[in-house]
């Protein structure tokens, strides 16, 4: 049976490649942000109840458009509400 003795400069070699091999992972897996957005999205990044977003729709806080039955919501609108609060 083989021995092989690991050094402190070993770990930290392994630790650098690990490190970097995860941030490739990470960086691979981002993807651009859709630019429109359904309410059950925008529900979950505002923390928001579907009766609150009616009312942003109702009062103009939040511009909308609606599709074949589906509301749609431009994210860059989104991000600037996210942003004032």
Do not use: C, H, P
Not at 76 to 85: A, M, P, Q, S, V
Request: aromatic share 8%.
């Amino acid at each position: 049976m083989a021995f092989s003795i690991l050094t402190k400069e070993d770990l930290q070699e392994f630790k650098i490649e690990l490190l970097e091999a995860i941030e490739k992972l990470i960086l691979g897996n981002v993807t651009e942000q859709k630019l429109w957005l359904r309410s059950s999205e925008v529900k979950e990044l505002l923390t928001i109840s579907s009766g609150t977003l009616q009312t942003l729709r109702n009062n103009g806080t939040i511009s909308f458009n609606k599709i074949g039955g589906i509301i749609y919501y431009n994210y860059k609108d989104i991000e600037k509400l996210i942003n004032r609060r």
